[in-house]
């Protein structure tokens, strides 16, 4: 690693600038509309002519479906339809997001065969919503249940199926682990969690002729479009999904589901416009959340604490009818040097909607693991949580054996501990007292990966001075709009104001997932393309074209500054507008991609922004590319109760050259708070019988309230990474999370002397022994 | 006397005047289905996530005061008389109202899904005058779920907007305003629909005893923050409502030397000075039920009449020793609060009859009270074990007690031989206390569920119980408590 010059540029606002310039902390630009509540979300568009669907789930875990008698439904007032497995429409086999074909028969979105309590089985339309809730009531569905494995702590579930393509392994670590002079092993557990967005999911789905239009929230428009495409048969010219805001998504968003398919056939069947707003509690089995995780750990040491061997056996839950792995060695194999590892990980099937992304799926539990593990070990051997991570510091990645682009998790240490003060933390666990609460101190590490795919953006500069960036990818509050504003507003050099951006809707441009922490980096890469050639092209023009005033200065370059061109070397300046004016030009119009110039087809266009197979993984080239952090956390424990309250937090945070801090920050505190969710709260209880999710509202699912969350000081020790993106930036939406239920599990430790691994660390756990 | 059958209320300084109105309808229904006016969010329609809030204006004793209410779960006849705010009126001419201005420049935003939900909790608290604080708009915010920003840039954003001097549209049109809610204020019974399906709002008692004789089956509603989600998550085909909430004789408090009379439908927001002027301890719990939104429709008469195991007042009230009236057709009875509850789901209230007030003596010389309320998130959470007790204390031995548990039985229960080991209890003997703590064990035989094990219960209560005696034992800890940084204090 080049060490770092005392006065290194960060390429933010640290290094100085203009106040809206890329790197400064320049004010949310969708902001006013939002907070004025005229911001539209999919939802709030009602077409004339509207319907209302209502989807039913199954009250059973798996069986099937003798019979369902719709006909009081199709007779109550307003009714229009009522679809059933009997006569669902079956949809087309889709391209999934991986690439492969999701099977060759046709998809059924309503199907007698039951797998999961929840599982959508009918949908009533109806003229109203209200009408349409009353008549889902009257549907008569008669069940034959079947035996069920509602979790994978049900003895029936069995070991699960290994997954031998996600096994890691270097050196010996089997014997390695037996003979080493210090032994830890522990099992870690993390329960099914859900995304929870506060804009539950929904559409708005209406045909006119062959051409659907789709009113979503997405995470993924050209996905998205590109599945209801191929469930109708149809050129992806024939959808428009238009989703310009969305509600928080968290990964689950990203997708055409079955309520998708429900509300578009349902639509095409009416030939009406029709509204499908899927309700708080069907939202947590009308797709799957985080699944349940559990890793056994066994850490070999030597006595002085250097690692000599991992060993990793995990297991996540999926569905029955579908495949979800959560990566549990993700971080396990990159944090800390050991000559020896192993990781193995199953799936075990139960009957449960299928899990899917939750901010830093496979990082989040594979560092809930790992962290708290190496935690263990350093009381094991009686030196300093962070020394002990100091000293199996992996200088490259351990797995790859490349070396880091940039990885400044060392200055993280640092800066993380100077400002928290934690050279005066008592190393003893229940040490520390304040009245009569215990206090704790717990540190945990925390990474994510640099993912990298190929965008696409379009920029005009108009006559009357203003510019505007276009792109189908989406902005659900990371910022997508304020960055791209400020990318584009530097490369041209033309104030912010004047920049308008459109986004989420798949008219526009195409654009790959926001998902992955990678749409800011690619698309401020793409942006920065086109507008520096809409630039180019600007400069061109006022410099050769005839009716240029600037044409008889000769000079092989001119200087753009907001949003006025001037000579090299002082003369007349003239405003773009005035420019664009005199050419008679109404406007410049640049539209570039980033995709490899051997490989830009349409067809490589379709592979990039409609499937994952185009994603360049973190070790793609010479460095492994990835973003980093650390939690420092305070809590406090009243043990008589078991409450845990986190009293205090500093994290530092490498996610590389930060386009705007404000915006960053607000995203790894987002994904802090989400970790102290997930360390006390968070957990979805499955009724051990009918595998129903008893807490499926926010009443009962408990995300962190304002009252749960405490100061909390990020820090940015990122420097700009040239590896890892065209800007400069690394990951910033996901890594946050990662690393902080750990912290406070080690910070309980420290508070109480009790370890608690299995998540969330409720009243219960903590009393008692 | 004739009824008035249309609701009326204020809204972007016009008078609105509806005469068809679904009993059923809710308020958020109407502002997104009939008004059109969409800023207002809907993330749960259960009164769990705020992002559906919206501020009611309404004259107490006079004065004009704006309450934060979850639009999601609030029957639009609820409204009638006051004045409704929501997001998409704020800006006045293109113009950020000062708290979305300060959002925007305190980044409170991300997905913004959540965002309408805060500004209207924020605006009351900026048209209350107040100086904010932390603790105050930590409370402010309790009922306002957002996944996305961490919280704390809409806290410093509501620091910054609420620094007491309201300058706004609102503030310069209260005198206006105030007169045309005044004006609202007919004193006339109220009812919209048929005999088969109304609303009914009656302000007299014998409007009150005449419905209720005629419509035993009518669904008695107060606040809404039960029976709102009887409608929009369970679906209940509910066709005839009486509305207590313009009841002029169940909205008083009436304080006197000894005890504290708290009419059925007054407001849980209402009852908080009363509450607190019996004990801080008591203040403390109701500040701690549900949000402020919840508070500021749902009553104290709502909170016993539903007979919920986990309801938080009833244990306090039972420590307590409050009286229970209840009211059918012209009879009125009284009851100790403890009979009210036989069974789970089942209390002593025969149709038509309605809860009508609660009395509740003032502490005496030598009483003291201690209720603790423990959950698992600090806020906007249902008790796992609530705590309440009232204890006679002379020459350091207890002398009486009183004590009540929720989340404990299937109803709000007495721990009566548990009072009966404890009196005669020596404050100055620790020692003593552990074995009349195990008597709870006779009292109650808790029930795993969700939010928390039967052995964790067990535990809690007899924790919960050595802490009161812990306070009680020491005159200074007896009659001091610690608040401090409630986010960080718990349990006391
Ligand atoms: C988000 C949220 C959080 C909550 N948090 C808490 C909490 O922390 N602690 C807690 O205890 N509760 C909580 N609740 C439950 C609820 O707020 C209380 O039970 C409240 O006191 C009910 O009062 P209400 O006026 O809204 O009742 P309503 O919903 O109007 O009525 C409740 C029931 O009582 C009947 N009823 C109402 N008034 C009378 C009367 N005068 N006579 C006879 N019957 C009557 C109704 O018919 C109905 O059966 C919460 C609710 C929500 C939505
Ligand atoms: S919509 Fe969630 S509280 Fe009303
Ligand atoms: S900004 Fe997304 S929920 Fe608050």
């Given at each position: 690693?080049?060490?770092?010059?005392?006065?290194?540029k960060?390429?933010?606002?640290t290094d100085g600038g203009a106040?809206?310039?890329?790197?400064s902390?320049?004010?949310?630009?969708d902001?006013?509309?939002?907070?004025?509540g005229?911001?539209?979300?999919g939802l709030?568009?009602?077409?004339?002519?509207?319907?209302?669907?209502?989807i039913?789930q199954?009250t059973i875990p798996?069986g099937?479906?003798r019979a369902?008698?719709?006909k009081p439904?199709?007779?109550?007032?307003?009714?229009?339809?009522?679809i059933?497995?009997?006569?669902?429409?079956?949809?087309?086999?889709?391209?999934?997001?991986?690439?492969?074909?999701?099977?060759d028969?046709?998809y059924?979105?309503l199907?007698?065969?039951?797998?999961?309590?929840g599982?959508h089985?009918a949908a009533v339309?109806?003229?109203?919503f209200?009408?349409?809730?009353e008549a889902?009531?009257?549907l008569?569905?008669d069940y034959?249940e079947k035996?069920?494995?509602?979790s994978?702590?049900?003895p029936?579930?069995?070991?699960g199926?290994?997954?031998?393509a996600?096994?890691?392994a270097?050196?010996?670590?089997?014997r390695?682990?037996?003979?080493?002079?210090?032994?830890?092993?522990?099992?870690y557990?993390t329960p099914r969690?859900y995304?929870v967005?506060?804009?539950?999911?929904?559409?708005?789905a209406e045909w006119?002729?062959?051409?659907l239009t789709v009113w979503e929230?997405?995470?993924?428009?050209?996905?998205?479009?590109?599945?209801?495409?191929?469930?109708?048969?149809?050129?992806?010219?024939k959808?428009?999904?238009?989703?310009?805001?969305?509600?928080g998504?968290?990964?689950?968003?990203?997708?055409?589901?079955g309520?998708?398919?429900?509300a578009?056939m349902?639509?095409?069947?009416l030939?009406?416009?029709v509204k499908?707003a899927?309700?708080?509690?069907q939202?947590f089995?009308?797709f799957g959340?985080?699944?349940?995780?559990?890793?056994?750990?066994?850490?070999?040491a030597?006595?002085?604490?250097?690692?000599?061997?991992?060993v990793?056996?995990?297991?996540?839950?999926?569905s029955?009818?579908?495949?979800?792995?959560e990566?549990?060695a993700?971080v396990?194999a990159l944090m800390?040097?050991?000559?020896?590892l192993?990781a193995r990980?199953?799936?075990v099937?139960?009957?449960t909607?299928?899990?899917?992304a939750?901010?830093a799926?496979?990082e989040n539990?594979?560092a809930?693991?790992i962290e708290?593990?190496?935690?263990?070990?350093?009381y094991e051997?009686?030196i300093?949580p962070v020394?002990i991570?100091?000293?199996?510091?992996?200088e490259?990645?351990?797995?790859a054996?490349?070396?880091?682009?940039?990885?400044?998790?060392?200055?993280a240490?640092?800066?993380?501990a100077?400002?928290?003060g934690w050279?005066?933390?008592?190393?003893?666990?229940?040490s520390m007292r304040d009245?009569?609460h215990?206090?704790?101190?717990?540190?945990a590490?925390?990474?994510?990966p640099v993912?990298r795919t190929?965008?696409?953006a379009?920029?005009?500069?108009?006559?009357?001075g203003?510019?505007?960036?276009?792109?189908?990818?989406?902005d659900m509050?990371?910022?997508t709009?304020?960055?791209?504003?400020?990318?584009?507003a530097?490369?041209?050099?033309?104030?912010?104001e004047?920049?308008?951006?459109k986004?989420?809707?798949?008219?526009l441009?195409?654009?790959?997932?926001a998902g992955?922490?990678q749409?800011?980096?690619l698309?401020?890469g793409?942006?920065?393309?086109a507008?520096?050639?809409a630039?180019?092209e600007l400069?061109?023009l006022?410099?050769?074209?005839?009716?240029?005033?600037?044409?008889?200065?000769?000079a092989?370059?001119?200087?753009i500054?907001?949003?006025?061109?001037s000579?090299?070397?002082?003369?007349?300046s003239?405003?773009?507008?005035?420019?664009?004016?005199?050419?008679?030009?109404d406007?410049i119009?640049?539209?570039?991609?980033?995709?490899?110039?051997?490989?830009n087809?349409?067809?490589?266009?379709?592979a990039?922004?409609n499937?994952i197979t185009?994603?360049r993984s973190?070790?793609?080239?010479?460095?492994?590319?990835?973003?980093w952090c650390?939690?420092f956390?305070?809590?406090?424990?009243?043990?008589d109760?078991?409450?845990?309250r986190?009293?205090r937090?500093v994290?530092?945070l490498?996610?590389?050259?930060?386009?705007?801090?404000?915006?960053?920050?607000?995203q790894?505190?987002?994904g802090i708070?989400?970790?102290?969710?997930?360390?006390?709260l968070?957990e979805?209880?499955?009724?051990?019988?009918?595998?129903?999710?008893i807490?499926?509202?926010?009443?009962?699912?408990?995300?962190?309230t304002?009252?749960d969350?405490?100061d909390?000081?990020?820090?940015?020790?990122?420097v700009?990474?040239?590896?890892?993106s065209?800007l400069?930036?690394k990951a910033?939406?996901?890594?946050?999370i990662?690393?902080?239920?750990?912290a406070?599990?080690?910070?309980v430790?420290?508070?109480?002397?009790k370890?608690i691994?299995?998540?969330?660390?409720t009243?219960?756990?903590?009393?008692g022994? | 006397m004739?009824a008035?059958?249309?609701?009326r209320?204020?809204?972007?300084?016009?008078?609105v005047?509806?005469?068809?109105?679904a009993?059923?309808?809710?308020?958020?229904d109407?502002l997104?289905?009939e008004?059109?006016?969409?800023?207002?969010?809907?993330g749960c329609?259960e009164?769990?996530?705020?992002?559906?809030?919206v501020?009611?204006g309404?004259?107490?004793?006079?004065?004009?005061?704006?309450?934060?209410?979850?639009a999601c779960?609030?029957?639009?006849g609820?409204?009638d008389?006051?004045?409704?705010v929501t997001?998409?009126d704020?800006s006045?001419?293109g113009?950020?109202?000062?708290?979305?201005?300060?959002?925007v420049?305190?980044?409170?935003?991300?997905?913004g899904?959540c965002t309408?939900?805060?500004v209207?909790s924020l605006f009351?608290l900026y048209?209350?005058g107040?100086?904010?604080n932390?603790?105050?708009?930590v409370?402010?915010?309790?009922g306002?779920l957002?996944?996305?920003?961490g919280?704390r840039?809409i806290?410093e954003?509501?620091?910054?907007?609420c620094?007491g001097k309201p300058?706004?549209a609102?503030?310069?049109?209260?005198?206006?305003?105030?007169?045309?809610?005044?004006?609202?204020d007919d004193?006339?019974?109220l009812?919209i629909?048929?005999?088969?399906?109304?609303f009914a709002?009656?302000?007299f008692?014998?409007a009150?005893?005449?419905?209720?004789?005629?419509?035993?089956?009518?669904v008695?509603?107060s606040?809404?923050?039960?029976?709102?989600?009887?409608?929009t998550k369970?679906?209940?085909?509910i066709?005839?409502?009486?509305?207590?909430?313009?009841?002029?004789?169940?909205?008083?408090?009436v304080?006197?030397i000894d005890s504290?009379?708290i009419?059925?439908?007054?407001?849980y927001a209402?009852a908080?000075?009363?509450?607190?002027?019996?004990?801080?301890?008591?203040?403390e719990?109701?500040r701690r039920?549900?949000s402020?939104?919840?508070r500021?429709?749902?009553?104290?008469?709502?909170?016993?009449?539903n007979?919920?195991?986990?309801?938080?007042?009833?244990?306090?009230?039972?420590a307590?020793?409050?009286?229970?009236?209840?009211?059918k057709g012209r009879?009125?009875?009284?009851?100790?609060?403890?009979?009210?509850?036989?069974?789970y789901?089942?209390?002593?209230?025969s149709?038509?009859?309605v809860?009508?007030?609660v009395s509740i003596?003032m502490?005496?010389?030598?009483?003291?009270?201690?209720?603790?309320?423990?959950?698992?998130?600090f806020?906007?959470?249902?008790?796992?074990?609530?705590?309440?007790?009232?204890?006679?204390?002379a020459?350091g031995?207890i002398t009486?007690?009183?004590i009540?548990y929720?989340?404990?039985?299937?109803t709000?229960?007495?721990?009566?031989?548990?009072?009966?080991?404890v009196?005669?209890l020596s404050?100055?003997?620790p020692a003593g206390w552990?074995?009349?703590?195990d008597?709870?064990?006779?009292?109650?035989?808790?029930i795993?569920d969700?939010r928390a094990?039967?052995?964790?219960?067990?535990e809690?209560?007899r924790n919960?119980l050595i802490?009161?005696?812990?306070?009680?034992?020491?005159?200074?800890t007896r009659?001091?408590?610690?608040?401090g940084?409630?986010?960080?204090?718990?349990?006391?």
């Amino acid at each position: 690693m080049t060490p770092v010059a005392a006065k290194m540029k960060r390429g933010d606002s640290t290094d100085g600038g203009a106040a809206s310039a890329l790197g400064s902390r320049l004010s949310r630009i969708d902001g006013p509309a939002k907070i004025k509540g005229q911001a539209r979300y999919g939802l709030e568009h009602h077409p004339a002519n509207m319907a209302y669907a209502v989807i039913v789930q199954s009250t059973i875990p798996s069986g099937h479906i003798r019979a369902i008698d719709s006909k009081p439904a199709e007779a109550a007032p307003g009714v229009l339809l009522v679809i059933t497995p009997d006569n669902v429409m079956p949809l087309k086999p889709i391209t999934t997001w991986t690439g492969a074909p999701s099977s060759d028969k046709p998809y059924l979105a309503l199907t007698r065969e039951i797998n999961f309590t929840g599982q959508h089985v009918a949908a009533v339309i109806a003229e109203t919503f209200e009408q349409a809730s009353e008549a889902a009531g009257l549907l008569r569905i008669d069940y034959e249940e079947k035996e069920s494995i509602p979790s994978y702590d049900d003895p029936k579930s069995g070991a699960g199926n290994p997954l031998d393509a996600m096994a890691v392994a270097w050196g010996d670590a089997g014997r390695a682990f037996a003979e080493a002079p210090v032994r830890i092993e522990q099992t870690y557990r993390t329960p099914r969690e859900y995304n929870v967005p506060i804009e539950p999911h929904g559409l708005v789905a209406e045909w006119q002729g062959d051409m659907l239009t789709v009113w979503e929230p997405s995470q993924w428009v050209n996905f998205m479009i590109h599945n209801y495409a191929e469930w109708y048969g149809l050129p992806d010219e024939k959808v428009r999904l238009i989703s310009p805001y969305v509600g928080g998504g968290f990964g689950s968003k990203a997708f055409a589901l079955g309520h998708g398919a429900i509300a578009t056939m349902a639509a095409k069947m009416l030939n009406r416009p029709v509204k499908l707003a899927v309700t708080r509690p069907q939202t947590f089995t009308a797709f799957g959340g985080r699944p349940a995780t559990r890793q056994t750990l066994s850490l070999g040491a030597t006595k002085e604490g250097n690692l000599l061997s991992i060993v990793q056996k995990g297991a996540n839950e999926t569905s029955v009818d579908g495949v979800w792995v959560e990566p549990l060695a993700s971080v396990t194999a990159l944090m800390y040097a050991t000559p020896n590892l192993s990781a193995r990980q199953n799936i075990v099937p139960v009957n449960t909607v299928t899990p899917c992304a939750l901010r830093a799926p496979g990082e989040n539990p594979s560092a809930w693991g790992i962290e708290c593990a190496i935690d263990e070990l350093s009381y094991e051997v009686g030196i300093d949580p962070v020394a002990i991570r100091l000293l199996n510091y992996a200088e490259e990645d351990p797995h790859a054996k490349k070396p880091w682009s940039t990885r400044r998790l060392r200055e993280a240490y640092e800066e993380g501990a100077k400002a928290f003060g934690w050279a005066k933390r008592n190393p003893k666990p229940r040490s520390m007292r304040d009245g009569h609460h215990l206090i704790g101190w717990g540190v945990a590490a925390g990474t994510y990966p640099v993912r990298r795919t190929a965008g696409e953006a379009l920029v005009r500069i108009f006559a009357d001075g203003r510019a505007e960036v276009a792109s189908s990818g989406i902005d659900m509050g990371q910022g997508t709009y304020t960055i791209l504003a400020q990318t584009a507003a530097e490369a041209i050099g033309m104030p912010v104001e004047q920049i308008e951006v459109k986004l989420g809707d798949s008219a526009l441009p195409g654009a790959p997932v926001a998902g992955g922490s990678q749409l800011a980096n690619l698309m401020t890469g793409a942006v920065h393309k086109a507008a520096t050639a809409a630039r180019d092209e600007l400069i061109g023009l006022a410099i050769n074209d005839p009716k240029s005033p600037f044409r008889e200065l000769q000079a092989n370059t001119l200087s753009i500054a907001d949003g006025v061109i001037s000579p090299p070397r002082g003369g007349e300046s003239m405003s773009i507008a005035e420019l664009l004016r005199r050419l008679g030009r109404d406007k410049i119009e640049v539209q570039r991609d980033t995709l490899p110039e051997n490989a830009n087809s349409a067809a490589d266009k379709l592979a990039t922004y409609n499937t994952i197979t185009r994603m360049r993984s973190p070790t793609d080239g010479d460095y492994s590319l990835h973003a980093w952090c650390v939690h420092f956390i305070e809590v406090r424990v009243d043990e008589d109760f078991g409450t845990v309250r986190v009293s205090r937090v500093v994290s530092a945070l490498d996610s590389g050259r930060l386009y705007n801090p404000k915006l960053a920050e607000s995203q790894w505190k987002g994904g802090i708070i989400m970790g102290i969710g997930q360390a006390l709260l968070e957990e979805g209880l499955v009724d051990p019988r009918q595998g129903r999710v008893i807490n499926n509202n926010l009443g009962d699912y408990l995300i962190a309230t304002n009252a749960d969350i405490p100061d909390i000081e990020v820090i940015s020790v990122g420097v700009p990474d040239f590896h890892a993106s065209a800007l400069g930036g690394k990951a910033v939406g996901e890594l946050g999370i990662v690393g902080v239920a750990p912290a406070i599990a080690n910070a309980v430790y420290h508070a109480t002397g009790k370890r608690i691994r299995e998540l969330p660390i409720t009243l219960e756990k903590l009393l008692g022994d | 006397m004739t009824a008035r059958n249309s609701i009326r209320f204020l809204r972007r300084g016009e008078v609105v005047e509806l005469t068809a109105v679904a009993p059923i309808r809710t308020v958020l229904d109407y502002l997104r289905l009939e008004e059109g006016a969409r800023g207002t969010k809907e993330g749960c329609c259960e009164g769990d996530c705020g992002a559906c809030t919206v501020a009611l204006g309404s004259l107490k004793d006079g004065r004009l005061v704006y309450e934060p209410v979850n639009a999601c779960i609030l029957l639009l006849g609820q409204i009638d008389g006051k004045e409704l705010v929501t997001v998409d009126d704020l800006s006045v001419s293109g113009k950020l109202h000062p708290i979305q201005q300060a959002l925007v420049d305190h980044h409170g935003s991300q997905c913004g899904f959540c965002t309408p939900g805060f500004v209207m909790s924020l605006f009351p608290l900026y048209q209350s005058g107040a100086v904010a604080n932390r603790k105050m708009v930590v409370d402010q915010l309790a009922g306002n779920l957002c996944r996305c920003t961490g919280y704390r840039p809409i806290v410093e954003a509501a620091l910054a907007a609420c620094t007491g001097k309201p300058d706004d549209a609102w503030s310069e049109a209260r005198l206006e305003i105030a007169q045309t809610l005044a004006g609202f204020d007919d004193g006339t019974d109220l009812f919209i629909g048929d005999d088969e399906e109304f609303f009914a709002a009656p302000a007299f008692d014998e409007a009150l005893a005449r419905l209720t004789e005629k419509h035993p089956d009518a669904v008695i509603l107060s606040g809404a923050t039960d029976v709102g989600l009887w409608i929009t998550k369970q679906l209940r085909p509910i066709r005839k409502i009486i509305f207590l909430g313009r009841m002029r004789s169940l909205r008083e408090i009436v304080e006197t030397i000894d005890s504290v009379r708290i009419g059925a439908a007054v407001t849980y927001a209402e009852a908080e000075p009363s509450f607190a002027a019996i004990d801080p301890d008591l203040a403390e719990l109701l500040r701690r039920i549900g949000s402020k939104q919840v508070r500021a429709t749902g009553t104290v008469g709502g909170n016993i009449a539903n007979g919920s195991p986990i309801g938080d007042t009833p244990p306090a009230l039972i420590a307590l020793g409050a009286g229970l009236e209840l009211r059918k057709g012209r009879q009125t009875r009284a009851l100790p609060i403890e009979d009210f509850f036989i069974a789970y789901g089942k209390q002593d209230r025969s149709p038509g009859e309605v809860v009508a007030g609660v009395s509740i003596p003032m502490l005496k010389r030598g009483e003291a009270f201690r209720c603790y309320k423990i959950t698992k998130r600090f806020d906007q959470d249902i008790s796992s074990v609530l705590g309440a007790f009232k204890f006679g204390i002379a020459q350091g031995r207890i002398t009486e007690a009183r004590i009540a548990y929720g989340g404990m039985a299937a109803t709000p229960k007495r721990a009566l031989k548990t009072e009966t080991a404890v009196k005669s209890l020596s404050l100055d003997d620790p020692a003593g206390w552990a074995a009349a703590a195990d008597r709870l064990a006779e009292d109650f035989q808790p029930i795993d569920d969700h939010r928390a094990s039967a052995a964790y219960r067990s535990e809690t209560a007899r924790n919960l119980l050595i802490k009161a005696l812990t306070e009680m034992a020491g005159e200074a800890t007896r009659n001091t408590r610690i608040t401090g940084m409630r986010e960080f204090a718990h349990a006391g």
